[in-house]
């Protein structure tokens, strides 16, 4: 098992509408929780960074984590063509301590139809 | 542009040859990671650097692969005597880290190599 599972999709939605991506996750250590958005043939950006468990919001983005679950969410609204990417969810045990390297999941390809 | 870049952008090179890439972080971040990404895959965490110490390595980077960060700043990596396996997108991530405080990770454009 991986330490972090995470469905590839692809995931095909009309524009406009919500948008659900998971991932679960093995070692109960994990404290960080990022989602980064990945263009074709670039770099992966950071969108959303959470500690521990809860929910956080930024603009059409809201992030989950549940660690009594190991189970972590974003959640886009209002979804646009220009959100289709793929989304790849990351962890870390300690993230600006002595280690801080990221555990990545496998993405989830996202497509935005118009 | 202030990000992290990084040069090739794209390499092709024979099995057996010898490669080095280049990583230039953003300007003030002394932390500085890198990472292969593969078809289909996450990335996968290489290496890292704090200045120029490098104080973590994966079992990933295997003898053949080498990596420095001599002034704290640019970083390199090579990978010697090339096998087909190695071919995927490698990329350089930098952070600042300061005692006490949590910096997000960012990405440069990756380079793709290709082993033929």
């Known amino acids: 098992q991986k330490e972090v599972e995470q469905d590839p999709g692809p995931l095909s939605v009309p524009e406009g509408a919500i948008v659900s991506l998971n991932c679960t996750y093995s070692n109960s250590a994990f404290q960080y929780f990022m989602w980064y958005r990945q263009y074709s043939r670039k770099g992966p950006e950071l969108l959303m960074y959470t500690y521990s468990s809860g929910n956080k919001e930024d603009g059409r983005f809201t992030a989950q984590v549940d660690k009594s679950s190991k189970y972590i969410s974003l959640f886009i609204r209002d979804s646009q063509p220009s959100d289709s990417a793929t989304y790849l969810c990351a962890m870390s045990v300690n993230y600006g301590g002595s280690q801080g390297n990221l555990i990545f999941g496998k993405g989830t390809k996202l497509s935005v139809k118009p | 542009d202030t990000g992290v870049s990084q040069n090739p952008r794209h390499k092709i090179t024979k099995r057996g040859q010898n490669v080095t890439f280049r990583c230039d972080p953003i300007?003030?971040?002394?932390?500085l990671y890198w990472y292969r990404q593969t078809l289909g895959q996450g990335p996968e965490f290489l290496t890292y650097?704090?200045?120029?110490?490098?104080?973590?390595k994966s079992r990933l980077l295997s003898d053949r692969f080498s990596a420095e960060r001599p002034k704290g700043s640019f970083s390199t990596l090579e990978i010697q005597r090339t096998e087909q396996g190695d071919s995927a997108m490698y990329l350089c991530a930098s952070s600042l880290s300061l005692t006490g405080s949590n910096y997000e990770q960012y990405f440069g454009p990756g380079t793709r190599l290709t082993v033929t």
């Open positions: 650097f704090q200045n120029e110490a490098q104080l973590e």
């Open positions: 300007s003030e971040h002394n932390r």
